[in-house]
């Protein structure tokens, strides 16, 4: 129990390395806010996001964030550029490179693209209309390149691809619920696991459905995952993830870690002064462009 302890306590120390830190953008579900962190680990920005879960950095230095039920876009000045609203949870937003928004409708299981006015241009359904999926029907989505789907299907513990009309391709099975799903150049599928089975996690799959690579409390000292929402694969081969620290768990374990294809981790991330649960995270160390895929996330 000593040795657990100093373990977490080690883990939550690693950020005051600050040759070691990171700037990185970020969304606190629980807290309600979005945030940019400076590399001495201070907020340097924030706005509101109420029950935020998916968070992008775009190119022009907008924000671009679910809030609960809709998207928003805003400026560095804080000035709304894009919205969305729908009576139907809404876990999953992405900027096209058409210029148009993907967005994941929860309880709808509703894949939509919306253009710059707020129009829905284009609609995909997973389920018969009027039909409600629920809270759990799905958590991150992502549209694809080749304009095909992944869908985290928290509640089925499954991701599930879609082709571009919706029709099931593939599925990777998820136990303890799938919150995000990326799929990386190599053609591998990295998803994360929440806390369902009280084995949270990171799951990799090769295109065959072969299990190539994961990482769960076992592989951790001190045991510090509760619940892994977001992630980001970096470019040196590690693994940023957010370790949402809900469910009984506030205050009690790092935000952040980041994991080599070793399993060591190398760096954390602990704010619990102004962030709750983190569910979304972007490493900005390096100029990366979302709409060229260079942001696995």
Not at 140 to 151: D, H, I, K, T
Request: charged share 20%.
């Amino acid at each position: 129990m000593k040795t657990s302890l100093l373990m977490v306590l080690l883990l939550l120390a690693l950020p005051l390395r600050a040759a070691e830190n990171h700037v990185f953008a970020c969304a606190d579900y629980s807290g309600g806010k979005v945030f940019l962190v400076g590399a001495d680990g201070a907020v340097t920005w924030e706005h509101p996001a109420s029950h935020c879960n998916d968070f992008w950095v775009l190119a022009n230095g907008n924000l671009l964030f679910t809030t609960g039920h809709g998207v928003l876009e805003v400026t560095r000045e804080k000035k709304a550029v894009f919205k969305y609203e729908s009576k139907s949870e809404i876990y999953a937003c992405q900027r096209l490179p058409n210029g148009n928004t993907f967005v994941g409708e929860c309880n709808a299981g509703r894949l939509l693209e919306v253009s710059p006015a707020g129009k829905v241009v284009r609609e995909i359904r997973l389920l018969p209309e009027g039909k409600d999926g629920g809270h759990g029907f799905m958590r991150n989505a992502r549209e694809l390149p080749n304009g095909s789907f992944l869908v985290t299907h928290y509640g089925e513990q499954v991701v599930k691809e879609y082709d571009a009309h919706g029709k099931l391709v593939r599925e990777f099975k998820a136990p303890g619920m799938p919150h995000s799903a990326v799929r990386l150049p190599n053609g591998n599928t990295l998803i994360t696991l929440a806390d369902k089975l009280k084995d949270p996690g990171l799951l990799e799959y090769d295109a065959a459905g072969k299990v190539v690579w994961q990482l769960s409390n076992k592989d951790l000292p001190g045991a510090p995952l509760k619940f892994v929402a977001g992630v980001h694969r970096l470019a040196n081969g590690n693994t940023v993830l957010c370790n949402w620290v809900g469910h009984g768990f506030f205050g009690k374990a790092p935000h952040l870690l980041e994991v080599t294809p070793e399993k060591r981790v190398v760096w954390s991330y602990a704010n619990h002064k102004d962030m709750k649960t983190i569910a979304s995270v972007i490493m900005l160390d390096a100029p990366a462009d979302p709409l060229k895929g260079e942001v696995l996330h």
